[in-house]
């Protein structure tokens, strides 16, 4: 993928401040600190468009990106953070779920993670929640640098196991040697020429 731009649009908790739904849209989820804002930023080979950070629960907000005026990434806020006070949790938990279920140019969720973690339940409901929604789901393995190649499969393996995915459906991924940068823009570029998640063709719309 050529990048001819990438800019900040907005931040928003709110369906009121979303942008407009007139592009095709990506969003990025997982924990937090697992790496979603350093993989939007080598997606679109910037180094600081969106804020990275080493303290978890840095991005709070919903955080839209315009990529070559062709389409949108919206970096989610991360969850899971352990720190971060039950009420601010559920808050989060809101305005993700308020998102995800509202936005009709959603294309597909990147569901990142860190490749050393085997995933809980929480991570297992929340794609079973999107695939019950129709929603295309992504799965990125972060961090692919600080394992071998031989324990790289074995976690692969683990989660498949976990989460119940054919290991074609992840891609391991490093922001450090750039492993599977590709296969993640291949990915996503597939999600984003989907056609319309509830259109109906023309004239076959009389249910009644
Ligand atoms: N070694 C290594 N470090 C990474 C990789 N990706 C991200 N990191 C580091 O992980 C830390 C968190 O990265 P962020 O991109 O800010 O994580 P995030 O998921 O956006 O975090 P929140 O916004 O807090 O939810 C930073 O210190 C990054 O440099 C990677 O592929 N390899
Ligand atoms: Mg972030």
């Not at 953070?81 to 995800?100: C, F, N, Q, S």
């Not at 391991?172 to 996503?188: E, I, P, Y």
Request: with cysteine; net charge positive.
């Amino acid at each position: 993928m050529i990048i001819k731009s990438a800019t900040f649009t907005i931040s928003a908790t709110q369906p009121s401040n979303y942008p407009p739904e007139d592009l095709p849209e990506i969003a990025f989820a997982g924990r937090s600190n697992v790496g979603k804002s350093t993989l939007i930023n080598k997606l679109v080979n910037r180094k600081h468009l969106v804020k990275t950070s080493s303290t978890p629960g840095r991005t709070q907000l919903l955080n839209f990106f315009n990529i070559n005026d062709a389409f949108l990434f919206v970096d989610l806020p991360g969850y899971g953070y352990a720190k971060v006070p039950e009420r601010v949790k559920k808050d989060w938990g809101k305005m993700i779920e308020t998102y995800l279920s509202t936005r009709s140019t959603l294309k597909g969720v990147v569901l990142i993670l860190d490749i050393r973690r085997t995933p809980q339940a929480e991570e297992h409901n929340f794609l079973a929640w999107l695939n019950t929604r129709g929603i295309p789901a992504v799965v990125v393995l972060t961090k692919a640098d600080k394992l071998s190649k031989t324990n790289q499969k074995k976690q692969v393996q683990a989660i498949e196991n976990a989460l119940g995915l054919h290991p074609d459906q992840m891609i391991c991924f490093s922001a450090k040697t750039r492993q599977g940068l590709d296969a993640v823009w291949q990915a996503v570029s597939y999600c984003l020429e989907l056609p319309e998640k509830n259109g109906l063709p023309e004239k076959n719309g009389d249910l009644s």
